[in-house]
């Protein structure tokens, strides 16, 4: 079957890398979706509808394709946390998660036009942080990295200095997990080694 160009429906350059990485040439284009519009306190069901909605509103703009969205949040003790809005909500964050054991989840979402089918999956892995003090939560928040991050802090950056250990897929926690993305694409008939071509 022949591939479909692929479009990522997000302005994440950490998940641009990890298609890149394994072959995939993305076409970028950030979906600008108001995730505002959602309010969910099950984690995995809202990352999936934030992932699928970023998918659908890139969707139209291409004639043919497959649309990938997604979503990541951090859930700790029950509580779901996105990106930090600002410096003074990065700090109360790392507050509450050093020491403790968080649960990241990302949805997955391939849209694929040609077929018309819709592939919509969550991948959940389980984060340790290390117990650091008030001063290295003050240093890591300067470097700005938290706030560009989902649960703030970034696994391929800084923040790896601070995760004592994960469970589960190490580029869900990135941003995308790609055994998952192979998954789909089988799901959906496509081979991803004949991006490789």
């Known amino acids: 079957m022949k591939l479909p ?4 429906a997000s ?3 950490a998940r641009r890398r990890l298609l890149q990485s394994v072959g995939i040439e993305p076409i970028v284009n950030p979906s600008d979706f ?3 519009q959602v309010q969910l306190n099950e984690p995995a069901k809202l990352v999936q509808i934030l992932a699928q909605s970023k998918a659908e509103t890139v969707a139209p703009q291409f004639a043919s394709g497959l649309i990938m969205g997604c979503d990541s949040v951090l859930a700790i003790d029950g509580k779901i946390h996105g990106k930090p809005t600002d410096v003074d909500e990065a700090i109360a964050r790392w507050q509450l998660m050093r020491g403790k054991v968080g649960d990241l989840y990302t949805g997955h979402v391939l849209i694929d036009l040609e077929q018309k089918l819709t592939v919509v999956k969550c991948q959940v892995t389980r984060v340790y942080f290390a117990q650091i003090s008030d001063r290295t939560i003050q240093a890591y928040v300067a470097t700005g990295e938290p706030l560009k991050c989902a649960g703030a802090f970034a696994l391929e950056g800084f923040g790896s200095l601070f995760v004592e250990k994960i469970e589960g897929c190490h580029s869900n926690v990135i941003g995308l997990s790609l055994p998952l993305l192979r998954r789909m694409l089988e799901e959906l ?5 004949n991006y490789w071509q």
Request: net charge negative.
């Open 34 to 36: 108001d995730e505002s």
């Open 189 to 193: 008939g496509y081979e991803v080694t």
């Open 5 to 8: 160009q692929f479009v990522l």
């Open 11 to 13: 302005a994440s350059p």
